[in-house]
């Protein structure tokens, strides 16, 4: 098993440079890191067949592949992700708010970064150079432990960005791969409490679940995205069918993707087919209540865990609802509080919704798709935290950053 002391030990040295670089520094080294990944495009995009070469012999299926896939177009997407968290401002080093009190101490809170972020994820290798530029920007070092499935392409994505660090004299242990992905590592990595000040598990809910109950290190808890679209007995239908075509089959293995629609009962006769037959354009499979499946003879009946489940692939759980306050209930009954919407012509029930329900994003006829960091114009984000403490949405740099108090005086004692 790696060592985890001894890359912590380094990573904790890299954060105290890191910490007093300025902005031009970082911004430079960062455009670094983008040009190296660029440079490496081959070597990467080799990496990666090799990667879901692997996983399909181990029958992994289609939507997850397309987590794991890249291309030359999503290395660039990477790559512009970058350049985009360069040219935005520094979270270090600002004010935040300050004052001179009656004893005439002058108080300063001053953001500062945490130091060590460890991120725990799954297979999809751009997290790894997402979070590593956000973790640079933010001025704090990284220890990255991707899943087995994307073990190569994380590699050669983390190689690339090491080497533009080095290329420009930053530290290179300020971006730390974890290139064992047993669960033995990960779970020692959850308790490196001595280097490590802030962990972040983005991936599925068993992942997210195990790094909540195990670590003893702070957590913060992203992702899971049991997402909802209800359309309202006022909504426009060719909207709607719309909305729910995107949130559901634009990328059904992402988070923010739909995995529920709930439709009022008083539309739901003419909603529901024009609904189903713009899913059927991408082979959807429906699984509904009863009412649904009698509007819907194609839909199969839906089990209690249908409606519990992100299912990340073309299926889509359906319920007809009485109403709003229905809605609500089975919204706060389900919901894993990362983003619901809902698709109405009415303003007291748009406010109603986005008021009651408790989610980190609320859409009011919109796509649920909209919940990342760049669509926010956060730059690239770490992923989206569906809790409350600190941080909640896209987490992008400002939430990478903590504060600390300055207090400057000229010789004030207590007394």
Excluded: W
């Excluded at 280097?195 to 913060?220: C, E, F, H, K, M």
Aim: glycine content about 8%; overall charge neutral.
């Amino acid at each position: 098993m790696t060592n985890l002391n001894i890359l912590g030990n380094r990573a904790q040295r890299a954060s105290r440079k890191l910490a007093v670089l300025r902005a031009p520094e970082k911004n430079r080294a960062l455009i670094a890191m983008a040009k190296a990944v660029q440079a490496a495009q081959e070597d990467i995009l080799a990496a990666n067949r090799a990667d879901i070469d692997a996983a399909r012999e181990k029958g992994t299926p289609e939507p997850l592949i397309d987590r794991l896939a890249l291309n030359p177009g999503r290395i660039a997407g990477m790559t512009k992700g970058m350049r985009e968290v360069a040219e935005l401002a520094d979270p270090v080093g600002r004010v935040l708010s300050g004052g001179t009190l009656d004893n005439g101490l002058r108080i300063e809170q001053r953001s500062v970064p945490f130091g060590v972020i460890g991120i725990i994820y799954e297979a999809r290798p751009n997290v790894t150079a997402d979070a590593a530029a956000l973790c640079f920007k933010s001025g704090n070092a990284c220890i990255l432990r991707g899943g087995s499935e994307a073990i190569r392409s994380n590699m050669a994505i983390a190689n690339a960005m090491r080497s533009g660090l080095e290329s420009v004299g930053a530290d290179p242990d300020s971006v730390i791969l974890l290139e064992d992905t047993s669960r033995e590592t990960a779970n020692a990595l959850m308790r490196l409490n001595e280097y490590l000040d802030l962990l972040i598990p983005r991936g599925g809910a068993g992942l997210i679940r195990s790094v909540v109950q195990n670590a003893t290190v702070p957590v913060i808890e992203t992702g899971v995205g049991n997402c909802h679209t209800y359309v309202e007995k006022s909504a426009d239908v060719s909207m709607a069918a719309e909305i729910v075509f995107n949130a559901k089959t634009s990328r059904p293995s992402v988070c923010n993707a739909m995995e529920t629609l709930l439709v009022d009962r008083t539309i739901a006769e003419v909603a529901l087919p024009a609904i189903a037959a713009r899913l059927a354009e991408k082979n959807v499979e429906l699984r509904g209540c009863e009412e649904t499946c009698r509007i819907l003879p194609q839909a199969v009946p839906a089990t209690e865990e249908d409606y519990a489940k992100e299912f990340l692939d073309y299926i889509l759980a359906v319920k007809v609802v009485g109403g709003i306050d229905e809605a609500l209930m089975h919204i706060a009954r389900y919901s894993t509080h990362h983003s619901e919407c809902i698709v109405t012509e009415n303003y007291a029930a748009s406010e109603r919704f986005a008021a009651e329900v408790d989610a980190a994003a609320v859409y009011v006829n919109a796509s649920t798709r909209f919940t990342d960091g760049g669509q926010f114009g956060l730059g690239a984000e770490i992923g989206i935290s569906t809790q409350k403490l600190h941080a909640r949405g896209p987490m992008g740099l400002n939430q990478l950053v903590s504060y600390k108090y300055v207090i400057r005086g000229n010789g004030q004692v207590r007394v």
